[in-house]
């Protein structure tokens, strides 16, 4: 009787943390909002970006305006990750096939690995041809 009480003293405590951290999370996300300007590409600092987005930040034109510039090279950016770090897991994933030997757990891990990086991509690949369906003359030229 006394663990379950204790159970359930630690399970309420638990959930009251978790809400603690989403509502300071929240707090953050909203103090944040408040300091960083908004208004325009324009504000950024263009030493992050490149030049062509910082020049287009007042363009009224949706395919040339600087917002529409930076979801494609942030598109792009993702993509590249993505990339390396499929090469990267399947790697991984081949040596640890490769150094198995008789270990049947570690081939096992192995295989599910590389099948969730190719069930990854093919997630991913399909997120980007959906994009180049949805929007008008596609993203990506």
């Known amino acids: 009787m006394l663990l379950h009480v204790i159970g359930e003293w630690f399970i309420l405590e638990y959930r009251m943390i978790k809400k603690q951290t989403l509502v300071l999370g929240i707090m953050a996300m909203l103090g944040l909002a408040a300091v960083i300007p908004s208004s325009s590409a324009r504000a950024l600092e263009c030493s992050v970006l490149p030049d062509s987005i910082c020049k287009a930040a007042n ?60 069930i990854a991509l093919v997630i991913y690949a399909m997120m980007w041809a959906l994009l180049q369906w949805l929007v008008p003359g596609g993203i990506f030229k």
């Open 59 to 118: 363009e009224k034109d949706l395919e040339k305006s600087g917002t529409w510039l930076l979801l494609i090279y942030a598109i792009n950016i993702l993509t590249v990750a993505i990339g390396v770090v499929a090469v990267a897991m399947i790697a991984f994933a081949s040596f640890m096939y490769t150094t198995a030997g008789g270990n049947a757990e570690q081939t096992k891990k192995a295989i599910e690995m590389i099948r969730n990086v190719v």
